[in-house]
């Protein structure tokens, strides 16, 4: 047992432990801890639809209408009717034929990757991808190859080098969890149009965010240039669970043969049905991106002003980098003594040496929160 002590004290040591912390939500931009309230500038609750009473009430009617579990897997009983609502209202938002939801996120890329390719194939994966796209990658077997972040000079090279007897998949994140920026969809759609690779983009961060919510394609005008999209129910859409969208021959062999889908029990049905709320929400209402956009600008414009270094863009991740992990923790320890809850982000999360303060912002955020908070933030990170 001596080793599992080994690795803790290592870890303490470098400042890396982690631990979980149970913060009672009081709505979609406010937790109490131990009786105190804190303002959240660390959720991935983009619009705030947790405490959307529609998104409530699906929920509710949900459990009543068909209980708590889904009692199995997708294709024993697990299957009921809110997710053939869900799948082809996702397909119809994402443009595509069809669309299938998996269980989370993460087993929605693990699932798909090591589905669609195999020993002969090469992937060319973002060194910043999300580590649910490096597991796929892993457990595929294929050769992996990884490009710089956003470099399409390097990935224009690795395609040239690499021998590939089999398929090519490029695999991006749309909107990087960590820094934020959007991956470069046009350049990457032409290089695998001239290498005749496949595509897949991940838009946890881009759903119900980019693109009217439809994601990273539509907001480059990519519309049916993208082989899959995968992306997150558990973000902006206020739920849990993840999907697939792309053809119909695509999302009838993930059905068969992704084993993250075939292997795990359904979602419950007051997942699906929340899930299916929050998008009908996004679908219906631009004014909450609108928000958000308006928000983010807010946030990464208010920081600037203040002399921070904020690099540009326009999506709701904004990241402080601060560079050691010690530094990083005790800035998020002083914003929290002030009631503003920010995440400290650290290895293996980020590289060594850019452990950040990663400020997300929220359609739900009163304009005078937000004000609060850059000064808050800006004093902390001077000091
Ligand atoms: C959050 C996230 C996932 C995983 O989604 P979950 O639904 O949380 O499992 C996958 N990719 C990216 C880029 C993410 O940020």
Redesign the pocket.
């Known amino acids: 047992m001596a080793f599992f002590q080994e690795y803790l004290q290592k870890i303490r040591q470098k400042n890396l432990h982690r631990q979980t912390t149970a913060y009672e939500p009081v709505d979609a931009t406010h937790i109490k801890l131990d009786g105190k309230k804190y303002l959240v500038l660390a959720s991935?609750n983009y619009l705030g639809l947790t405490h959307h009473p529609d998104v409530q009430r699906a929920a509710i009617d949900a459990i009543v209408r068909y209980g708590t579990g889904s009692g199995g897997a997708r294709l024993i009983t697990g299957t009921h009717p809110y997710y053939s609502l869900l799948e082809s209202e996702l397909a119809a938002f994402k443009g595509t034929e069809a669309a299938v939801v998996f269980s989370?996120?993460?087993?929605?890329?693990v699932g798909t990757i090591s589905a669609v390719m195999g020993r002969d194939d090469v992937i060319f994966s973002d060194e910043r991808?999300?580590?649910?796209?490096i597991d796929g990658c892993r457990l595929s077997k294929a050769r992996t190859v990884i490009f710089r972040h956003a470099d399409m000079e390097h990935l224009a090279g690795c395609l040239a080098g690499t021998l590939c007897s089999g398929r090519r998949l490029i695999v991006v994140?749309?909107?990087?969890?960590m820094d934020g920026d959007i991956a470069p969809l046009p350049e990457i759609v032409a290089l695998a149009k001239q290498y005749g690779a496949l595509t897949m983009v991940?838009?946890?961060?881009a759903t119900g965010v980019l693109g009217q919510g439809r994601g990273t394609a539509t907001h480059f005008g990519l519309e049916g240039q993208i082989d899959i999209h995968?992306?997150?129910?558990?973000?902006a859409l206020a739920s849990?669970?993840?999907y697939v969208a792309g053809t119909r021959h695509l999302i009838d062999f993930l059905v068969n043969k992704a084993r993250s889908f075939i292997f795990s029990t359904a979602l419950a049905p007051a997942s699906v049905a929340a899930a299916l709320a929050a998008l009908r929400l996004v679908a219906e209402q631009p004014e909450l991106i609108r928000r958000l956009r308006l928000n983010s600008d807010f946030m990464r414009s208010g920081l600037a002003a203040a002399g921070l270094q904020v690099s540009e863009g326009i999506t709701p991740i904004i990241p402080l980098i601060v560079g050691p992990a010690e530094a990083a923790l005790k800035l998020a320890e002083t914003l929290r003594g002030k009631g503003l809850l920010i995440s400290a982000i650290r290895p293996p999360t980020v590289p060594e040496g850019e452990s950040r303060l990663r400020v997300t912002v929220s359609a739900a955020h009163e304009r005078a929160e937000l004000e609060t908070a850059v000064d808050a933030i800006a004093l902390a990170v001077r000091a």
């Open positions: 991935n989370s996120g993460y087993t929605a890329n991808n999300h580590a649910s796209i994140d749309g909107v990087f969890s991940d838009d946890a961060h995968m992306g997150t129910l558990s973000k849990e669970g993840g």
